[in-house]
């Protein structure tokens, strides 16, 4: 196996809007790419193409070693594919007709056709893991954003994915509660399981991340180690989006 | 016109109209079941890509919200058996119900189509796409997922369709069926009129519970059914 997740040239257009202009990416089994980028570079299209909640209109997603042309697809390859992902969502979109221990036990039940006993038993653990053992019976809409969202990520990590896509897991929460599902991450990250994370967290991204890439425009710009790419960047374009995420202040006075 | 009434006989006629009531039960039911069923399949018309399917389930819902149900039951139980008839089928054989069924079926599946549309593009988009995320098909995603979601969204619209739908049965009489209103007529009638405002406060009266039991059994079925899923606690 040579990667883990690859992309080959992907272009996603919306009508006339070019959003995707031939991305490609190799990531290794057990690296944690996190993705940056301005608002509308098309960060979150680029995870929803390797999943195919947006099918891309040109180019290959393969996912270990198994591959799927973006033109000529058909379902049951699109099914496959999603099998060996998983995906947490920028607004959670926890099941609202469901408890969260049902929430977790879903994919189990249904995809993986487990016993229902034995899926409460291994969601209840995972739940406990994420800190909401008390929370089982709870629905998503009486949790706090935080709370939905680590259990959004236990829903992710019990289908035992090859990648876990994360779209701006923290993006939605009140600044308080920002860390505890951060932490759930970086736990997450620790037992090697291989993830793509678009966040704008930087001190998140210089701790975890294997590799960062800097997408704008719909293209690649720039990648390395967090080291390189987030102290020592090459790209201007790079350097101006670190400056404006890191010191609010400076990028007023630039635009004012 | 020298009439004196006897309210006091009001209570006297209930259990006498009732006797019809499984008459009505029986309308109520079978228009019911078709009408979800019709409604089912021009949702799936009015939601779907094809431009065809979209404009029959639309143009559909527009002629049956507009048509008054008593002109469908004119144009049903004496047009359609007289058109028939030229082209060589005999409808002699078909009951009144099952003319009452056919038309309180079509008139109430519009209602059942648009309650069933609005239900189902209540629902957050993003349910069915982390159903997609975590592998299921798109089947079990509207089995498991979507569906539920939507029926709890349509509860109180589907209560209310119900109560105009069990209302409409009244029109039943018309064509000669004995239903709770044909049954009033009937008791009125074989006393030659005299007790006629007694009979019909009592037939009121009997529709008016009945819609008041449907009412809030609705109300109760809404607040169970989405029991713990709409509270904003932390
Ligand atoms: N379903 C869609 N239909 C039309 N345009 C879309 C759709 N999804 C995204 N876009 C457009 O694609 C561009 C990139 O969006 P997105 O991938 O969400 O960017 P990012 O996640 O980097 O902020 C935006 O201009 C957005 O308006
Ligand atoms: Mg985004």
């Not at chain 2, 020298?2 to 006091?8: E, L, M, Q, S």
């Not at chain 2, 979209?54 to 559909?60: E, Q």
């Not at chain 2, 058109?83 to 119900?97: L, P």
Request: net charge positive.
């Amino acid at each position: 196996m040579a990667n883990m997740v690859e992309l080959k040239n992907i272009h996603k257009s919306f009508g006339d809007n070019h959003i995707l202009k031939g991305v490609d990416m190799s990531i290794k089994k057990g690296e944690v790419v996190v993705i940056l980028g301005p608002s509308g570079s098309g960060k979150t299209t680029l995870l929803r193409t390797i999943n195919f909640l947006d099918a891309a209109d040109e180019g290959s997603v393969s996912v270990h070693d198994f591959t799927v042309d973006c033109k000529k697809h058909s379902k049951s390859q699109v099914i496959e594919l999603r099998r060996k992902t998983a995906m947490v969502f920028q607004n959670y979109n926890l099941f609202q007709n469901k408890t969260i221990l049902e929430n977790v036990m879903e994919g189990l039940v249904t995809v993986k056709k487990f016993k229902k006993s034995d899926a409460e038993k291994v969601s209840r653990e995972i739940l406990a893991k994420v800190g909401l053992a008390e929370r089982c019976d709870f629905y998503p809409s009486q949790l706090s954003g935080g709370q939905q969202q680590r259990a959004g990520i236990a829903r992710a990590l019990i289908l035992d994915p090859d990648v876990i896509l994360f779209d701006e897991p923290t993006s939605a929460l009140d600044p308080e509660l920002v860390g505890e599902v951060l932490n759930t991450i970086k736990a997450v990250a620790q037992t090697g399981i291989t993830m793509i994370v678009v966040t704008h967290e930087i001190a998140f991204a210089k701790e975890v991340a294997s590799r960062v890439v800097f997408m704008e425009g719909g293209v690649v710009v720039e990648e390395g180690k967090p080291e390189e790419i987030l102290v020592a960047p090459k790209e201007p374009r790079t350097q101006q989006f670190l400056r404006r995420i890191t010191n609010p202040n400076a990028a007023e006075e630039a635009t004012a | 016109m020298g009439h004196t009434y006897d309210f006091k006989s009001i209570p006297g006629y209930i259990p006498k109209i009732m006797k019809a009531f499984p008459v009505t039960i029986e309308i109520l039911l079978l228009s019911l079941l078709f009408s979800i069923i019709i409604g089912a399949i021009v949702t799936v018309g009015s939601l779907s890509k094809n431009k065809v399917c979209n404009a029959i389930s639309k143009g559909y819902i527009s002629f049956m919200r507009g048509i008054p149900t008593l002109v469908l039951i004119f144009l049903l139980y004496l047009g359609l058996p007289q058109v028939m008839n030229s082209i060589g089928v005999d409808m002699s054989g078909v009951s009144k119900v099952a003319y009452i069924v056919a038309c309180l079926s079509l008139s109430t599946s519009a209602n059942m189509a648009e309650m069933m549309r609005a239900a189902y593009l209540a629902v957050d988009k993003g349910q069915r796409e982390a159903a997609f995320s975590v592998g299921m098909k798109g089947f079990t995603a509207f089995r498991r997922i979507i569906f539920p979601q939507a029926f709890g969204v349509a509860i109180p619209t589907l209560g209310n369709n119900i109560i105009m739908l069990f209302k409409e049965t009244s029109l039943a009489f018309t064509v000669g069926v004995i239903d709770l209103l044909g049954k009033a007529r009937a008791i009125s009638s074989a006393s030659y009129g005299t007790n006629r405002l007694e009979v019909y406060i009592a037939t009121g009266i009997i529709f008016w519970i009945i819609c008041f039991v449907l009412e809030n059994l609705s109300k109760f079925i809404e607040k169970q059914y989405t029991r713990g899923r709409k509270k904003a606690t932390s």
